[in-house]
């Protein structure tokens, strides 16, 4: 029998934090978060002052951290991709307010 409580680590991999553009706010919440395969993702910077970004991606099994990650970057570039376009279009059309300082 399987222990439960064993996990199955991936290797850890380090990626240029300088590289790494994050949206404020919860941005994660339409990416990886939001997949019913993935049971937690959360981040956490460890110190400003260094180019680290701890990612914890843990999954049910089906597919694999990195996957799930892959995915959620997909969905979050598909995202700013139609947010991008709206905003063009409503800035093309005319049909924004606008006030003077």
């Known amino acids: 029998m399987e222990n439960d409580t064993a996990m199955d680590v991936e290797s850890e991999q380090e990626y240029d934090i300088d590289k ?3 949206l404020p706010g919860s941005a994660e919440d339409g990416t990886a978060s939001s997949f019913q395969i993935v ?3 959360g981040y956490s910077i ?3 002052s260094e180019n680290k970004l701890n990612v914890r991606i843990q999954t049910y099994g089906n597919i694999t951290a990195l ?5 959620g970057m997909d969905n979050l570039s598909e995202l700013c991709g139609h ?4 905003f063009t ?6 049909r924004y ?3 003077e300082p």
């Open 20 to 22: 790494i553009r994050l």
């Open 39 to 41: 049971e937690f993702c």
């Open 46 to 48: 460890p110190h400003p």
């Open 67 to 71: 996957e799930a990650l892959h995915q």
């Open 83 to 86: 947010v991008e376009e709206a």
């Open 89 to 94: 279009e409503k800035v093309e059309a005319g």
């Open 97 to 99: 307010a606008s006030e």
